[in-house]
Nanobody
Framework: QVQVEESGGGLVQAGGSLRLSCTAS??????MGWYRQAPGKQRELVAVIGNSANINYSDSTKGRFTISRDNAKNTVYLQMNSLKPEDTAVYYC?????????????????WGQGTQVTVSS
């Protein structure tokens, strides 16, 4: 029932920029974020933004990437500047719905299919 779609990936030269977009259907989510996965490596957090606009970035992207959110559109963006070859990965968007039921915390996490970002040197 929940559909998450990313767009904006592509091939750029080192030092260039890309802007990724992600839209999640269904509801306003507790948080939305960006993750990435390079071949042979585990998926890692890039940046996440909550409903209160609190933002967390990975150490490798601080100062270069900016995450923003438009709750009215259920859309999250990732502005990527000063791209490096090591940023090459499939970038995934996720949306999380967190709540409590009878004192028990529950989470539902939805993922997009990913968008390829390739940075050449």
């Amino acid at each position: 029932q929940v559909q998450v779609e990313e767009s904006g990936g592509g091939l750029v030269q080192a030092g260039g920029s890309l802007r990724l977009s992600c839209t999640a259907s269904g509801s306003i989510f507790s948080s939305m974020g960006w993750y990435r996965q390079a071949p042979g490596k585990q998926r890692e957090l890039v940046a996440v933004i909550g409903n209160s606009a609190n933002i967390n970035y990975s150490d490798s992207t601080k100062g270069r990437f900016t995450i923003s959110r438009d709750n009215a559109k259920n859309t999250v963006y990732l502005q990527m500047n000063s791209l490096k070859p090591e940023d090459t990965a499939v970038y995934y968007c996720n949306a999380k719905w967190s709540f409590e039921l009878l004192g028990s915390k529950k989470e539902y996490v939805y993922w997009g299919q990913g968008t390829q970002v390739t940075v050449s040197s």
